[in-house]
């Protein structure tokens, strides 16, 4: 059964950093591309934030982020990870780990909470 289990989120003080893990099981890992997600506000739609290919881990990012926010990824360890830097109120959200395939497979994680406060 496939499973993405995101951790790492938190609260955060302006400035600081985060990494959040998502930790994949019940497909190929190496095959999908990972994205990372986030929703800001109920109702409002999910932004993508950040996005890994599956081959040769070519990244992009949203351009709020650029600068601020690593995606990587270790195949061995099936797992995507966001590290977050310099962060601003405006980063809290929750965060959503996401697995794509060239095939139309389409997976979600449950989300984890980053808070942005003073």
């Known amino acids: 059964q496939v499973q993405l289990v995101e951790s790492g989120g938190g609260l955060v003080q302006p400035g600081g950093s985060l990494r959040l893990s998502c930790v994949a099981s019940?497909?190929?890992?190496?095959?999908?591309?990972m994205n990372w997600y986030r929703r800001q506000a109920p109702g409002k739609e999910r932004e993508l934030v950040a996005?890994?290919?599956?081959?040769?881990?070519?990244?992009r990012y949203a351009d709020s982020v650029k600068g601020r926010f690593t995606i990587f990824r270790d195949n061995a360890k099936n797992t995507v990870y966001l590290q977050m830097n310099s962060l601003k109120p405006e980063d809290t959200a929750v965060y959503y780990c996401?697995?794509?395939?060239?095939?139309?497979?389409?997976?979600w994680g449950q989300g984890t909470q980053v808070t942005v406060s003073s």
């Open positions: 996401n697995a794509r395939s060239g095939y139309g497979n389409n997976y």
């Open positions: 019940g497909f190929t890992f190496s095959n999908y591309a």
């Open positions: 996005s890994i290919s599956s081959i040769a881990g070519s990244t």
